[in-house]
């Protein structure tokens, strides 16, 4: 008996330690593109629709973007802070996945700006990839997202205009 009590009493404890520390985890900081939570609709400069989706991931901690563009395959990215630093990771439908980093915002975000960092699944640096992304906010409810193509050193830009969609 008394070992039954002895092993429920240390499963009681590390119950109690796992609800304390999930309860004391530190709230992180606001994200700095938390405003674009939601969905948007919008076009491309060629006027193909397309579909952006906003949410967050691990503890409010990464912005999780989902681009859904018309009859073609979803690519996803993933925005998050690195100490003084924005970074975007580009999970693209060309099968690499671009890095790019930004200056961290503060205050109101109407504009950001992505440079080339590196990516991985990358065999040449003259493959196609994303090479930049400007991020233009006009209102809440109004963005511009400027996506740079690089291909054996030439550069093409893809323009998406979007509007917020009712949640």
Partial sequence: MARLLGGAAVILSLLTVQAV???TRPTPPPHPLSALLGTWDGNSEDGRFLRITYQFTANGTALVEIISPENE????SLYYVDGHH??????????????????LPRGTVTRVVFAFLDATNLASPTDPHMHKLILTTQDMDHMT???TLSEDGRETTHIFTLVRQPS
């Avoid at 395959?73 to 996803?76: A, D, G, Q, R, S």
């Avoid at 924005?86 to 980093?101: D, E, F, I, K, W």
């Fill in 21 to 23: 520390s999930a309860d």
């Fill in 145 to 147: 997202q400027i996506w």
């Fill in 86 to 103: 924005l970074m975007l990771t580009h999970y693209c439908s060309l099968g690499n996945q671009p890095r790019m980093v930004a200056d």
């Fill in 73 to 76: 395959p979803n690519m996803t």
